[in-house]
């Protein structure tokens, strides 16, 4: 059985323009390191007592001029470039079980997506103008996910969700419609159509 993590959560390794970034479950520091020589660049106290947003706990991804990290209460910006905490916008409460967290997030374009409960947490790369929440669609033929930590990852519009039962799969209403264009099988089409939002479309 795992006891519990004390310090981050397990995390990807993030490698962006020469800087790999570290956050060691059995460290307290999140580390940048050079990729050619593996010099310690900078660090940051995952877990000071003097910060606002609380213990770093999650490392979501990168924009190229900031990284991103999740502690229970608060989205926080580091730069990349010297690892000054730049700014922290505090998210929704998260109702699931603390010691596993939320979930990873992801850095779509110019925007930092992270999980929250049945909805997307979005916020610009610069923080401002705060977060914005989107509610994510019901399932139509199945249960519900439990409340549970969730993965997000994106490739081009295509976004997914893993939960511990089963993937999502959430696209942009363009890439449906190029698809259901590009489909033969009428009822496929349908649905395609209709998971896009177009009625009259997938009814003809």
Same mark, same amino acid.
């Given at each position: 059985?795992?006891?519990? *993590?004390?310090?981050?959560?397990?995390?990807?390794? *993030?490698?962006?323009?020469?800087?790999?970034?570290?956050?060691?479950?059995?460290?307290?520091l999140l580390l940048c390191l050079d990729v050619g020589t593996g010099q310690l660049l900078w660090y940051v106290d995952a877990s000071t007592h003097y910060a606002p947003y609380g213990r770093l706990t999650t490392l979501v991804g990168t924009s190229g001029?900031?990284?991103?990290? *999740?502690? @229970?209460?608060?989205?926080?910006?580091? #730069?990349?470039?010297?690892?000054?905490?730049?700014?922290?916008? &505090?998210?929704?409460?998260?109702?699931?079980? +603390?010691?596993?967290?939320?979930?990873?997030?992801?850095?779509?374009?110019?925007?930092?997506?992270?999980? #929250? @409960?049945? &909805?997307?947490?979005?916020?610009?790369?610069? #923080? @401002? +103008?705060?977060?914005?929440?989107?509610?994510?669609?019901?399932?139509?033929?199945?249960?519900? +996910?439990?409340? &549970?930590?969730?993965? *997000?990852?994106?490739?081009?519009?295509?976004?997914?969700?893993?939960?511990?039962? #089963?993937?999502?799969?959430?696209?942009?209403?363009?890439?449906?419609?190029?698809?259901?264009?590009?489909?033969?099988?009428?009822?496929?089409?349908?649905?395609?159509?209709?998971?896009?939002?177009?009625?009259?479309?997938?009814? @003809?």
């Amino acid at each position: 059985a795992q006891g519990e *993590l004390t310090s981050f959560l397990p995390n990807d390794l *993030l490698i962006r323009d020469g800087f790999v970034l570290v956050a060691p479950c059995d460290g307290e520091l999140l580390l940048c390191l050079d990729v050619g020589t593996g010099q310690l660049l900078w660090y940051v106290d995952a877990s000071t007592h003097y910060a606002p947003y609380g213990r770093l706990t999650t490392l979501v991804g990168t924009s190229g001029e900031d990284v991103f990290a *999740l502690s @229970q209460t608060h989205l926080v910006a580091i #730069g990349l470039a010297g690892g000054l905490v730049k700014w922290a916008v &505090e998210l929704p409460t998260w109702n699931g079980n +603390p010691l596993i967290g939320r979930g990873r997030g992801v850095v779509v374009g110019d925007h930092v997506v992270v999980p #929250g @409960q049945r &909805e997307l947490l979005v916020c610009h790369v610069s #923080g @401002q +103008p705060g977060l914005r929440r989107l509610p994510l669609p019901t399932f139509g033929a199945s249960r519900e +996910p439990l409340p &549970e930590p969730s993965n *997000l990852t994106s490739h081009g519009p295509w976004l997914a969700i893993g939960h511990q039962g #089963g993937i999502e799969m959430f696209s942009s209403v363009e890439a449906l419609q190029a698809l259901a264009a590009n489909c033969t099988d009428p009822h496929r089409r349908a649905t395609l159509l209709l998971q896009a939002g177009l009625v009259d479309e997938a009814e @003809q």
